[in-house]
């Protein structure tokens, strides 16, 4: 395969707030000190009248969001998924969600990938919590024009979207010309008959990879993109469990709580078949260069691969 | 303010108060003790300082209130009822199954309730952040709040207070309802927030300190909040716990308790009596 541009989507992230902010005025950016990382500075650059700067103080900017969007405004509250998703766990609960208010929470350095800065930072646990939030939208995007695409989408929502994004640089595989975003559904970006891997984030192409792999040994893997976690396009994935009978999810994310808790209740409940699950298992994650720690806990396309067979090698006969 | 206009407003706490009761003791539960402290000021909002259209709770230019002691939810629904926003008879609902008056403030199902909360320290922020909204879009409405003395124990209350200062909100009156007691006691025993005026002071609050069941001196201190420019105002309302029924006032143990018949039944007596004595005075 040719080298692909690589951009990680918190770049994304930032780009498409600064370019929406010509067009929709209702607009209002809110980091907690992180601007430059997670690269709502490109918007504070563009727009500074409507950035806020909320300073090292999660708990208190998703309250403010809150309070903008009651009054009409339509907020994005920015912070590394850590700090978003778990430290204002409950005021996102209780504030945004409860009311079900017009907040955007846009969380970068998702997952383990984060690196170096190690488990402290490294947030495996957020798809988990605001999937359990009653009427909380949760989107992964895998690449650069998908992320693009899930932000414009996010604003023109009414209601609590959790927007994740990462850190680092990865595959752009989508034609930014052709791409579509469709709300709540899954994208099947190769066809197959034996298995499907159903995939988020930046584990979407590694699920693309896995199938290449696949395929030089007689496999045929279906490859399937889910960058709205909830809610989970349940037609979708029970078509694929009816059609290949055995799946394997992945996700840069603990294996509990996310993706693949997600598939397994929708496959257990509409049409059992074997899944298993690729992603953080019950640990924390640690320091290393990113790349490398992908490897270390198992998120690569030979796991997804090993796994698949594994999936296979379930199925009743 | 005219001696008519005192007296309407102690006609409209007593109302809420009776509300209050009335509430609490068909839920057999709920939180009479904060709800009584801050009657008074709830009365003095809604029907006197506060631009607001009970016709059209969804006013875009409409003053905003935030309950974030939310669990007076009682009084903020005896003074939303007994302003028109729903029917008074409605608030023996209250924490009913099917009942829109939930346990705490729910924005989404009660007219006139313009911020859920419940979860202690939060309503401040959502509040900051109606206050930014009316600066960004040129609005000239204004934001109030009211917090718990106990409730500003949570640190939520000051990364928010610092927001505020910083963002110059101006726009925004924060009320304490200082009624010296929490669920296990004193606050000053438990964990004191003292001196509350000066912790506002420091980040950048006008800060005013009056008694919570006056309305002379709620009227000027909420006057001289309105002339404050270029930073919000924090008034510590000295108020008694369990306010106008007898066997409550300063008394921690009714900070989250409902009365039975008996006392139901004296608590709605000596209501009623105040009730029917500044009717007769009018």
Known sequence: ?317 | MTQQETRALQIAATKIRLGVIEGVYHAKSGHPGGALSSSDILAYLYFQEMRIDPQNPEWEDRDRFVLSKGHAAPGLYAALANRGYFPVEELGTLRHIGSRLQGHPDMKGIPGVDMSTGSLGQGVSAACGMAKAAKLMGKDYRVYALLGDGEIQEGQVWEAAMFAGHQKLDNLCLIVDNNGLQIDGNIEDICSPYPIDEKFAAFGFATINIDAHDYGQIADALAQARQTKDGPTAIIAKSTKGKGVSFMEGQASWHGTAPNEEQYRQAMGELQKLLEAYEGGR
């Open chain 1, 1 to 317: 395969m040719a080298e692909m541009k690589k951009k990680a989507t918190r770049e994304s992230y930032g780009e498409a707030l600064a370019e929406l902010s010509g067009t929709c005025e209702r607009l209002v950016v809110l980091d907690a000190d992180l601007a430059a990382a997670t690269k709502t500075g490109v918007f504070k650059k563009a727009c500074p009248g409507r950035f806020i700067d909320c300073g090292i103080a999660e708990q208190n900017m998703m309250g403010v969001a809150a309070g903008l969007a009651a009054s009409g405004m339509i907020p994005f509250a920015s912070s590394f998924a850590m700090f978003a998703a778990g430290r204002a766990f409950e005021q996102v609960r209780n504030s945004i969600g409860y009311p079900h208010l017009n907040v955007k929470i846009g969380a970068t350095h998702a997952g383990i990938s984060v690196g170096e800065d190690g488990a402290t930072h490294q947030c495996d646990e957020d798809i988990a919590l605001m999937r359990t939030i009653p009427g909380m939208t949760v989107i992964n995007p895998a690449d650069d024009a998908e992320a693009r695409a899930a932000v414009r989408a996010a604003a023109g929502y009414a209601g609590p979207v959790y927007l994740r994004f990462g850190r680092l640089a990865v595959p752009c595989f989508n034609d930014p010309a052709s791409y579509r975003f469709e709300w709540g559904k899954g994208i099947v970006l190769r066809d197959g008959q034996d298995v499907t891997l159903i995939a988020t984030g930046l584990m979407v192409w590694r699920a693309v990879e896995a199938a290449e792999l696949l395929k030089e040994e007689g496999v045929s893997a279906r490859v399937v993109n889910i960058h709205t976690i909830k809610p989970l396009d349940r037609e979708l994935v029970l078509r694929c469990a009816a059609e290949t009978g055995a799946l394997v999810t992945a996700e840069e994310h603990s294996v509990i709580g996310g993706l693949g808790e997600a598939v397994c209740s929708a496959v257990c409940e509409g049409c059992p078949a074997p899944v298993l699950r690729v992603g953080v298992e019950d640990v924390f994650g640690c320091s290393g260069p990113a790349v490398d720690l992908l490897e270390h806990f198992g998120l690569t396309a030979q796991n997804l691969a090993a796994k698949a067979r594994a999936a296979i090698a379930l199925k009743k006969h």
